[in-house]
């Protein structure tokens, strides 16, 4: 292989490094994606289709003030001249810069069917019309004085500009998204209004840091509003590293509805569909996951109007609300990735600040060049008019010459030292401008001409007056299209979430009894209600019960496993009863060299006992082994050969155990430690580690006296324990008669 990715061979055949070629190929295609097709320049705000169909618009005078025009005829001008692909995804482009619902600034003023916000799509474009707006006058404006440059198209035949002037900073206000190779943005709208607040403090106070911005700049400000819920240090960090985002929740009041009420939602997040986030309800509604909505309406008509009803009048509000937000689009995050073209090439992500310096310095680019533009035909203007005057202030040797004379324009060039323009231009006069009322116009055009040059001359020699006109073009763009106006009002608001003390967790689960079954092959289903006989639960063959509890929909089941760690399941999470459920291992990440030792329902504030085989144990507060994931949480340690074989509840003051050596121990509960994780003490000593090992453990009272089952399953009281009493740690005395043969205390209900 060589090192250049093609080398001729002599047969004439090409060998080509394919490694290089690729990667030389991917990149260029990676370049050409970026550059001219997804992310936006950050001087214009727009990306290359935005501006090929603006400046076809403009070029067919498609301006404010003008008529309509068939959009079929910009996106023909636009994929024939400037941008050569689908004429659909050119329309779908310019249809994008005529929704009100997806541009807070609209760049095209559409007549016929554009769309909506319950996602239909706009006609087809030989059935629509369309012009310019303001806004998009305003970045489009004195593009003919040089203010920017232009490239050959495709075809050769036109030019385009390769950006636009700019007044008016459209990359925050209108905000866009992309998605490139290897990179993507997306930028929310802003008010244009703040956006020029904070331009003008800017140019004041360039060392301004971003928190000074925010100070001007204090969110986005949606198309479609919503209240934005985000904390300001948040967004203050968000707009300083150009990454972030913002949560936006919908807009509601309460309105009543005879004894009860009902929510009304006027205002949804930016880029939820309207029909789409009410079917979204509708689904979630059927599969019961919002227990307080009662039914959900679209009364929409020009303006958003979702009807909420609580199933019942007793439900808050608030909580009901919070419950629709945390499953439903009513709250959604719109993403900040400030990923632009710094400088027109340079893919980048930017801060606020920078994103509005460099803006302001296009602007300064563009007043530079627009006022050596106007300089130039004031001076070519000049030169002419004191061409004029020279004819006026001799007119009668003018008149001869060129009556006489056999080549008057060099005569007058030689006798009046005038250049060839203006001899051009006096032989061009009409004889009905030798008038004195034409003289004294022409000596006053050449006075204000020259103001205005010196005036320019001035403003290019001077920093500090340039900026002084960049703010005041800047201040005339607030006035038109700022917080004052209709357009420039500010439509999204800030809030704070509201706080509530209910849990909403448990709270959206529809509270309903049920029996958790769990079989000894390790199958879990939860049946309809408390079942009091399960023999008439069926299992699959081979396989029989193992544990039936009963619970509300509302709990968590704890699973207690040999490997020390406890399971939480959300009883709503478990498989309904007509089958013969699930295995309980593909909901929880439980080993499978472990298995159940225990299931119960967590009851805050009780506490536990937990024992290993080899006799360590320990007290445990149930608040702390409650697992927040499928791994569970590790509460008793054990390694192999050991392993958890008991949890029992703390009801008493005396703690009982029996080893498989038949040795029962009694002695007093607070000889336990009370731990959250670990190995524990030893209970009961039996002579050789590991032979034999602890049987059973339970917790009674010493007034109640020590309990056990029999093989009938009738429980037996015993009150004649003391003899067996001692300190943790000792062997036991042998067990008293009538004890089970199991060994085991088998205490009913747990």
Not at 103 to 113: A, E, T
Not at 213 to 236: F, N
Not at 694 to 719: E, N, Y
Request: one cysteine or more; proline letters at 4%; hydrophobic letters at 40%.
């Amino acid at each position: 292989m060589t090192d250049t990715p093609i080398s001729s061979d002599g047969d004439g055949t090409q060998t080509i490094n394919l490694k290089q070629a690729l990667e030389e190929r991917y990149l260029s295609y990676a370049l050409s994606t970026i550059i001219d097709r997804a992310l936006p320049d950050v001087r214009d705000g727009l990306k290359p289709v935005h501006r090929r169909v603006l400046y076809a618009m403009h070029m067919l005078k498609l301006n404010p003030d003008q008529g309509f025009k068939k959009c079929a005829r910009v996106v023909g001008d636009v994929i024939g001249k400037y941008h050569p692909h689908g004429d659909q995804s050119v329309y779908d482009a310019m249809v994008r810069l005529a929704q009100d619902f997806a541009q807070r600034y609209p760049l095209v003023d559409g007549q016929g069917n554009f769309g909506n916000i319950d996602g239909d799509n706009a006609a087809a474009m030989r059935y629509t019309e369309a012009k310019m707006t303001a806004v998009a006058q305003a970045l489009l404006e004195a593009i003919s004085e040089d203010t920017v440059d232009f490239r050959d198209t495709f075809t050769n035949e036109d030019d385009e500009p390769i950006v636009l002037p700019g007044n008016f900073p459209n990359l925050l206000a209108n905000g866009t998204s992309g998605i490139a190779v290897g990179m993507a943005t997306s930028i929310p709208p802003h008010n244009v209004g703040e956006l020029c607040d904070a331009a003008l403090h800017l140019i004041k106070n360039p060392k301004a840091s971003t928190a000074d911005i925010v100070k001007y700049v204090p969110g986005p400000d949606l198309p479609t509003g919503g209240i934005i819920v985000e904390d300001r240090d948040s967004i203050t960090k968000s707009y300083e590293t150009g990454r972030g985002g913002f949560r936006v929740r919908a807009k509601w009041h309460k309105e009543k509805n005879g004894r009860s009420y009902r929510i009304v939602i006027t205002e949804i997040p930016f880029q939820v569909q309207k029909s789409r986030l009410v079917e979204k309800i509708a689904d979630l509604m059927l599969a019961k996951k919002l227990p307080f909505l009662g039914d959900v309406m679209d009364e929409s008509a020009e303006d958003i109007r979702l009807v909420l009803e609580p199933k019942t009048r007793n439900i808050d509000p608030t909580v009901l609300m919070e419950s629709m937000f945390r499953l439903t689009e009513l709250e959604n995050r719109v993403s900040l990735n400030m990923n632009v073209l710094s400088h027109g090439r340079i893919p980048n992500v930017l801060g606020i600040k920078d994103v509005l310096q460099q803006w302001l310095d296009h602007r300064k680019e563009v007043l530079v060049r627009r006022s050596n533009f106007r300089l130039g035909k004031i001076e070519i203007r000049l030169e002419l008019l004191e061409g004029y005057l020279v004819a006026f202030l001799n007119i009668d040797e003018v008149i001869r010459i060129i009556r006489f004379e056999d080549k008057p324009k060099l005569v007058l060039m030689e006798t009046f030292s005038l250049t060839d323009n203006q001899t051009e231009a006096i032989l061009s006069m009409q004889l009905r401008r030798l008038n004195k009322l034409e003289e004294v116009e022409i000596r006053t055009e050449h006075d204000n001409l020259s103001k205005e040059r010196d005036g320019l001359l001035d403003l290019l020699k001077s920093d500090a007056k340039q900026w002084s006109k960049i703010s005041g073009e800047i201040a005339l763009t607030k006035k038109q299209f700022g917080q004052d106006t209709e357009l420039g009002k500010r439509r999204s608001q800030f809030e704070d979430a509201p706080t509530i003390d209910v849990d909403l967790d448990m709270a959206m689960v529809e509270k309903e009894p049920v029996t958790v079954v769990l079989s000894q092959k390790g199958w879990i289903r939860a049946l309809k209600g408390h079942v009091s006989d399960t023999k008439s639960v069926s299992f699959k063959t081979g396989d029989k019960l193992h544990t039936a509890i009963t619970a509300q929909t509302t709990d968590k089941i704890i699973v207690f496993a040999s490997n020390g760690k406890f399971y939480t399941i959300g009883a709503d999470g478990l498989p309904g009863g007509r089958g013969q459920g699930e295995p309980l291992r593909l909901m929880i990440d439980m080993e499978e060299t472990a298995d159940v030792v225990r299931i119960f329902v967590h009851t805050p504030g009780r506490k536990l006992v937990v024992a290993s085989l080899m006799g360590n144990s320990f007290i445990v507060d149930e608040a702390g082994i409650l697992a927040n994931t499928k791994k569970g949480k590790q509460v008793l340690n054990v390694k192999m050969p050991d392993e958890a074989v008991s949890c029992v509840i703390v009801e008493g003051d005396k703690v009982a155990v029996v080893g498989e050596n038949r040795k029962l121990l009694v002695f007093p509960l607070d000889q336990l430690n009370e731990m959250v994780r670990g190995k524990g003490v030893r209970l009961q000593r039996y002579g050789k580690l590991g032979s034999p090992n602890m049987a059973d453990i339970t917790v009674f009272s010493s007034t109640d006296g020590l309990k056990w089952a029999d093989p009938s399953g009738r429980v037996r009281v015993f009150q004649e324990w003391a003899d067996w009493e001692g300190n943790r740690a000792q062997a036991g005395k042998n067990v008293p008669k009538g004890f089970p043969k199991s060994g085991l205390f088998n205490q009913s209900g747990f």
